[in-house]
């Protein structure tokens, strides 16, 4: 599977930007797909994350309320919404699938494949 995130730029703190992630290759397998970031220095931090199969979506904490993912079924591509960016939002963010859902730890804990990322830099 191939992972082309999409969408990342520089935005001004309280704006907002879409992330696009395209999958391509055996996607037929694919349970869940989800953003994980990083920032420099510190460890991978849970985005969030959809079930392929049904939709259901989990949310980290830090961005709980000012994001929204979703997923084009048709053209294996999931989106991620975010408004109300903060500084501390910037980060490199990479789409992933996994074998896990249900908290962040399940997803994180079984990522199968991820892309090369895509930065996102808020300036105030």
């Known amino acids: 599977v191939q992972l082309q995130a999409s969408g990342g730029g520089l935005v001004q703190a309280g704006g907002s930007l879409r992330l696009s992630c395209a999958a391509s290759?055996?996607?037929?397998?694919?349970?869940?797909m989800g953003w994980f970031r990083q920032a420099p220095g510190k460890e991978r931090e849970f985005v969030a994350a959809?079930?392929?199969?049904?939709?259901?979506?989990i949310y980290g904490d830090s961005v709980k309320g000012r994001s929204t993912i979703s997923r084009e079924n048709a053209k294996n591509t999931v989106y991620l919404q975010m408004n109300s960016l903060k500084l501390e939002d910037t980060a490199v963010y990479y789409c992933?699938?996994?074998?896990?859902?249900?908290?962040?730890?399940?997803?994180?804990?079984?990522?199968?494949?991820w892309g090369k990322g895509t930065q996102v830099t808020v300036s105030s």
């Open positions: 992933a699938t996994s074998r896990g859902y249900g908290s962040s730890r399940a997803f994180m804990g079984a990522l199968e494949y």
């Open positions: 290759g055996r996607t037929f397998s694919t349970y869940a």
């Open positions: 959809i079930l392929w199969s049904v939709g259901g979506t």
